[in-house]
T-cell receptor, first 120, second 110 residues
């Protein structure tokens, strides 16, 4: 079964750090671009970042540039999102998703999400 | 990286057709044929309904269709069913390997 399972969310203070993980199974992970999308409470979906198949390129929404880092380990079928200098506005449910179209936003497989709460 | 523009809500009766619009710019919808639509039921993972403007993934009902004109994309759902009630999001490629979502539209089936 094709599956994505996120983990690593939790409660963190403003200015703190957190690393999210996304475990992929049931498909050849190394052949797909991967994406992180978030949804703040009561808000819509927001594209956060994506990463090329071999990890050589990555791209971010302006609001997280310089604070978040997307990476992947193709040997372990894992996608990561390192989040530093967290702000209250980063509070959201974070989804990982598989992109069918080389980073152009055709997100065919989604995980169930992991919740990140930034609060003192 | 401005969000695409969607109506906050639309509604229709069972059996009717509705259309959700998605307004973009010449930097995203107007320049690329990479527009996708997602159905999102609360508490569940979003589901891809339309990709590359008009294509339907395997398993998605023929009642869902997509189109694009200039800087605006549209999702049409025909023969509305109660299970179609959900939030719908458009998504477009914005160049430079970045992607932008719309603000979402809540569909109510009366």
């Amino acid at each position: 079964e094709v599956q994505l399972v996120e983990s690593g969310g939790g409660l963190v203070q403003p200015g703190g750090s957190l690393r999210l993980s996304c475990a992929a199974s049931g498909f050849t992970f190394r052949t797909y671009w991967m994406t992180w999308v978030r949804q703040a409470p009561g808000k819509g979906l927001e594209w956060v970042a994506n990463i090329k198949r071999d990890g050589s390129e990555n791209y971010y929404v302006d609001s997280v540039k310089g604070r978040f880092t997307i990476s992947r380990d193709n040997a372990k079928n894992l996608l990561y999102l390192q989040m530093n200098t967290l702000r209250a506005e980063d509070t959201a449910l974070y989804y990982c998703a598989r992109d069918e179209d080389w980073g152009m936003g055709t997100l065919s497989i989604w995980g169930q999400g992991t919740m990140v709460t930034v609060s003192s | 990286q401005s969000a695409l523009t969607q109506p906050a809500s639309v509604s229709g009766s069972p059996g009717q057709s509705i259309t959700i619009s998605c307004g973009g710019t010449t930097n995203d919808i107007g320049s690329y044929n990479f527009v996708s639509w997602y159905q999102h039921h609360p508490g569940k993972a979003p589901k891809l309904m339309i990709y590359e403007v008009t294509k339907r993934p395997s398993g998605v009902s023929y009642r869902f269709s997509g189109s694009k004109s200039d800087n605006t994309a549209s999702l049409t759902i025909s023969g509305l069913q109660t299970e179609d009630e959900a939030d719908y999001y458009c998504c477009a490629y914005a160049g430079g390997s970045t992607v932008v979502f719309g603000g979402g539209t809540k569909l109510t089936v009366l």
